[in-house]
């Protein structure tokens, strides 16, 4: 079945990777700001690197913040894509800045413990849950990550990554769905997570 | 657990990717899409273009080229050379690249570092450093416009303040590349290596001297760089890179494995 895929233009600079990702997979998707054409799609990509200030002024100023909000087909959200789903981020020069609120939670700086931020390159998962998205995916598989900020885990976490703490390194919240890693730089493995959105039903 | 990366670096010379031996006597090693999609196949975790050339002879590149590298590979990537603003960053980003990584135009305009950052975050911001140790004074200098040989400087830093200096303004990652070693295959520096790695809290990358599967183990057992990157003995076979990997698996030290059966 052929499904209309919407990446939306955030303006941040990972668009290209994403869409990329898609095509290899031989699934086409558009790029669009346009909350019409968004909210008609089958699936939404909600991609995102940079810092989630800049990336939530960008959606006020595009007026996606309400659109997004109300989308209900499947939505994935991409690193700071899925960042910006939870309520509020620690990611700004003053105090908390809010975010989507699509699914609870809050994006707070990194706890290392003496570990080197950012955390970047390749790492595991664990306490992997039982989720369409997740389909053939397990701890071995090594998928690529690139923040200083994360969301905790608690009960919309999918899947944790482990940098000096435990983080949400894959939430869902119903069709809200957010991955901290970038799926389409994860060779095979993220490919799979892609793969697997493309094959959710509705 | 963080795995330590493998990263194959790609020379680029108009186009083609490129092997000098200590940054001399260019030789062409082949197209650069082709070479990337087969590094990316056999288990590089990333892979570095360096547009050799850019920096030195103060004209605009073409790099069409790295939008059909994003195209074909899907482990992140890096794009340096004559990388002097913004814009040029940018456009580089936009056409799918993970990060950039400037060298001589931080050192002419350290400030760069900084909008760098503010503009596209710190996890794309690398700085490359080229450091030579000087017999004479014992000190290791930053060198500038080490792509072509007769315009090659030192600069006033030395590598380890230079190295602070970058982490201040907002780099996320550096590059070190020990110029002593470069192309000689000789292992890589890991007393200057291990000396930057006590005063460097984002990742670092060690570059020059990768010759054997041992040196590799060494840089990350003994420097506990981050990664390591090399260029000709990828490019002439020496080494391969699932075996590498496999070797240091071996030696304890943290590597993805890529599961091929996965999709």
Redesign the interface.
Same mark, same amino acid.
Request: charged content about 20%.
């Given at each position: 079945m052929k499904q209309d895929i919407v990446i939306v233009n955030t303006g941040c600079a990972n668009i290209a990777s994403v869409r990329y990702a898609f095509e290899r997979l031989a699934v086409a998707v558009s790029v669009s700001d346009d909350p019409a054409r968004i909210n008609r799609a089958d699936k939404v990509i909600l991609p995102g690197v940079g810092s989630a200030q800049a990336a939530m002024t960008s959606l006020h100023q595009k007026g996606l913040v309400e659109p997004l909000q109300q989308l209900t087909q499947p939505v994935l959200g991409v690193c700071l894509g899925m960042q910006m789903m939870v309520d509020a981020s620690a990611e700004s020069r003053d105090g908390d800045i809010p975010c989507l609120g699509l699914i609870p939670g809050r994006v707070e700086r990194l706890q290392a413990e003496g570990l080197r931020l950012p955390h970047m390159g390749w790492n595991t998962l664990s306490d992997i849950a039982e989720h369409p998205l997740l389909h053939g995916i397990d701890e071995q598989q090594y998928f690529y990550f690139v923040h200083s900020f994360g969301v905790a885990v608690s009960d919309t976490t999918l899947a944790r990554g482990n940098y000096g703490q435990p983080f949400a390194a894959v939430i869902a919240k119903g069709n809200f769905m957010g991955a901290q890693f970038h799926p389409e730089r994860s060779g095979r493995a993220g490919a799979r997570l892609l793969k697997n959105f493309v094959e959710l039903v509705n | 657990? $963080?795995?330590?990366?493998i990263i194959p670096c790609l020379d680029v010379r108009d186009g083609k990717v490129v092997k000098g031996v200590q940054f001399r006597n260019h030789e062409i090693v082949g197209d650069i899409v082709p070479l990337a999609q087969r590094y990316?196949e056999a288990g590089a975790?990333e892979l570095v273009f360096y547009d050799i050339t850019a920096s030195s002879d103060a004209r605009v590149v073409d790099k069409s080229w790295v939008?059909r590298i994003?195209? %074909?590979i899907?482990? @992140?990537f890096c794009v340096a050379g004559g990388i002097k603003s913004i814009e040029d960053a *940018?456009r580089i $980003?936009?056409? *799918?690249a993970?990060k950039i990584s400037v060298n001589s135009p931080a050192l002419a305009n350290p400030d760069l570092i900084r909008a760098l950052h503010d503009?596209? *975050?710190?996890?794309?911001v690398v700085v490359g450093i080229d450091s030579f140790f000087d017999a004479q004074t014992g000190q290791y200098q930053v060198y500038q416009f080490t792509g072509d040989e007769k315009r090659t400087q030192a600069t006033r830093w030395q590598t380890q303040d230079w190295v602070a200096e970058v982490q201040q303004l907002g780099a /996320?990652?550096i590059v070190l590349n020990c110029m002593n070693q470069d192309g000689v295959r000789q292992g890589y520096d890991i007393p200057q290596l291990s000396s930057i790695r006590a005063r &460097?809290? %984002? @990742?670092l990358i060690a570059s020059g001297g990768a010759g054997s599967m041992a040196h590799f183990a060494d840089v990350f057992t003994q420097a506990d760089v981050? /990664?390591a990157l090399a260029a000709s003995v990828f490019h002439k076979g020496v080494i391969d890179i699932p075996a590498l990997k496999q070797y240091l698996r071996q030696q304890g030290v943290a590597m993805?494995?890529?599961?091929?059966e &996965? %999709?």
């Amino acid at each position: 079945m052929k499904q209309d895929i919407v990446i939306v233009n955030t303006g941040c600079a990972n668009i290209a990777s994403v869409r990329y990702a898609f095509e290899r997979l031989a699934v086409a998707v558009s790029v669009s700001d346009d909350p019409a054409r968004i909210n008609r799609a089958d699936k939404v990509i909600l991609p995102g690197v940079g810092s989630a200030q800049a990336a939530m002024t960008s959606l006020h100023q595009k007026g996606l913040v309400e659109p997004l909000q109300q989308l209900t087909q499947p939505v994935l959200g991409v690193c700071l894509g899925m960042q910006m789903m939870v309520d509020a981020s620690a990611e700004s020069r003053d105090g908390d800045i809010p975010c989507l609120g699509l699914i609870p939670g809050r994006v707070e700086r990194l706890q290392a413990e003496g570990l080197r931020l950012p955390h970047m390159g390749w790492n595991t998962l664990s306490d992997i849950a039982e989720h369409p998205l997740l389909h053939g995916i397990d701890e071995q598989q090594y998928f690529y990550f690139v923040h200083s900020f994360g969301v905790a885990v608690s009960d919309t976490t999918l899947a944790r990554g482990n940098y000096g703490q435990p983080f949400a390194a894959v939430i869902a919240k119903g069709n809200f769905m957010g991955a901290q890693f970038h799926p389409e730089r994860s060779g095979r493995a993220g490919a799979r997570l892609l793969k697997n959105f493309v094959e959710l039903v509705n | 657990m $963080l795995a330590k990366r493998i990263i194959p670096c790609l020379d680029v010379r108009d186009g083609k990717v490129v092997k000098g031996v200590q940054f001399r006597n260019h030789e062409i090693v082949g197209d650069i899409v082709p070479l990337a999609q087969r590094y990316a196949e056999a288990g590089a975790d990333e892979l570095v273009f360096y547009d050799i050339t850019a920096s030195s002879d103060a004209r605009v590149v073409d790099k069409s080229w790295v939008s059909r590298i994003a195209q %074909v590979i899907d482990i @992140p990537f890096c794009v340096a050379g004559g990388i002097k603003s913004i814009e040029d960053a *940018g456009r580089i $980003l936009e056409m *799918g690249a993970d990060k950039i990584s400037v060298n001589s135009p931080a050192l002419a305009n350290p400030d760069l570092i900084r909008a760098l950052h503010d503009t596209f *975050g710190q996890q794309c911001v690398v700085v490359g450093i080229d450091s030579f140790f000087d017999a004479q004074t014992g000190q290791y200098q930053v060198y500038q416009f080490t792509g072509d040989e007769k315009r090659t400087q030192a600069t006033r830093w030395q590598t380890q303040d230079w190295v602070a200096e970058v982490q201040q303004l907002g780099a /996320g990652e550096i590059v070190l590349n020990c110029m002593n070693q470069d192309g000689v295959r000789q292992g890589y520096d890991i007393p200057q290596l291990s000396s930057i790695r006590a005063r &460097c809290n %984002v @990742p670092l990358i060690a570059s020059g001297g990768a010759g054997s599967m041992a040196h590799f183990a060494d840089v990350f057992t003994q420097a506990d760089v981050d /990664g390591a990157l090399a260029a000709s003995v990828f490019h002439k076979g020496v080494i391969d890179i699932p075996a590498l990997k496999q070797y240091l698996r071996q030696q304890g030290v943290a590597m993805r494995n890529d599961d091929r059966e &996965c %999709v």
